[in-house]
């Protein structure tokens, strides 16, 4: 069975750092671009950052250009997101998606985790 599973998240002051992993099993990642997306509280889901299968390709939304890193480990069939500088309204439970290709378009994506909570909280 197909699955991603994230972990990573926790409690944060603003200014921390911290990495979330998305792994897969059941599958490889090898061709699929992996997308990370987040939800606050009252909001919509919002794309943050995508990689494309070969890593090559990346895009940040605006809110966290200069502060997350998205990154690959085909090897380890895992995907990575670097947060660092982190603010109160990155507050938001976070998901890892596997899709065809690389887009910020939540419902191109075909399998989803289950998401890892963030708080930035002092």
């Known amino acids: 069975q197909e699955q991603l599973v994230e972990s990573g998240g926790g409690l944060v002051q603003p200014g921390g750092s911290l990495r979330l992993s998305c792994a897969a099993s059941?599958?490889?990642?090898?061709?699929?671009?992996i997308g990370w997306f987040r939800q606050a509280p009252g909001k919509e889901r919002e794309g943050v950052s995508c990689?494309?299968?070969?890593?090559?390709?990346?895009y940040y939304t605006d809110s966290v250009k200069g502060r997350f890193t998205i990154s690959r480990d085909n090897a380890k069939n895992t995907v990575y997101l670097q947060m660092n500088s982190l603010k109160f309204e990155d507050t938001a439970v976070y998901y890892c998606?596997?899709?065809?290709?690389?887009?910020?378009?939540?419902?191109?994506?075909?399998?989803w985790g289950q998401g890892t909570r963030v708080t930035v909280s002092s």
């Open positions: 990689i494309s299968s070969s890593g090559g390709s990346t």
């Open positions: 059941g599958f490889t990642l090898d061709y699929y671009a």
């Open positions: 998606a596997a899709g065809r290709y690389i887009t910020e378009v939540a419902e191109e994506y075909d399998y």
